[in-house]
C-alpha cells in the first residue's frame, strides 16, 4: 500500500519539476555586455612561401654551462621570399607560437647528423629570434628518422643554391669590372693619339706663320723698280 500511496506524490513532483523548466526556458536572448571585434593577427610570413613544414623540438647550446638546453617544440619551417628570393629557417613553439629560431640559410652553412642519435641533426647558425644577432648552435630532433632526412637534405640545398647564386654573382661582377677597365684601356691609349695631331698641328701653324713673316719681310727689302 506504501508504494501505491507513493505514486501520486512522484507524479507530483514531476508535474512540478517539469513545470519549473518550462518556467526557467523563457527563449530571451541577452546581448553581450563586450563585443569582441575581430582583429587580424601578421607572422611576418605573409610574404613568405614554406618549401619545408615539419614537428620536432629544437635544442641551444649553452656555452656557460656546457649543456643542450631546450628552446620548444613546434613546427620547424624554411620559408621562400616571394620577391628577394631569400630561405629562411623559423620555428615556432606549438602553444605560445613564440619564436625558438629564426635566421637565413645561407651558402658555407653545413648541417650534420647528431653523434648517436639518426633522428637529430646539428648546425651553426647566426640566429635573431631573440632580437638580436648570436652565434649559435642548435640540435633539431625529429619522430622519424625519415624527418631528420627531409631536413637536412633541404637545408644543404639551399645553402648550395646560395653559394651558387654567389659565385654567379662574382663572375658577373668580374666581367663588368673587366669591361670597364678594357674600356679605360682604350681611352688610355687613344689620349696620346690626340696630343700628337694636336703638337702636329700646332707646329705645322707656326712654321706657316714663321714663312708667311718671311715672305714680307723679304718683299719689304726687295728692290722697287
Sequence with gaps: MASISNEPEREHR????SGANEDEDTGAQVAPIVRLEEVAVTTGEEDEDTILDLKSKLYRFDKD???WKERGAGTVKFLKHR???KIRLVMRQ???LKICANHLVSSGMSVQE???NDKSCVWHARDFSDGELKDELFCIRFASVENCKAFMQKFKEVAESEEEKEGSKDASDTAGLL???TVEEKETEEKPVEK???AEKEEDKKTSEEEKAVEKKTEESAPST
Design 14 to 17: 514531476d508535474d512540478e519539476e
Design 83 to 85: 620577391d628577394s628570393g
Design 65 to 67: 654551462g656546457s649543456q
Design 196 to 198: 700628337v695631331v694636336s
Design 94 to 96: 606549438s602553444k605560445t
Design 114 to 116: 647528431h653523434a648517436g
Design 179 to 181: 669591361e670597364k677597365l
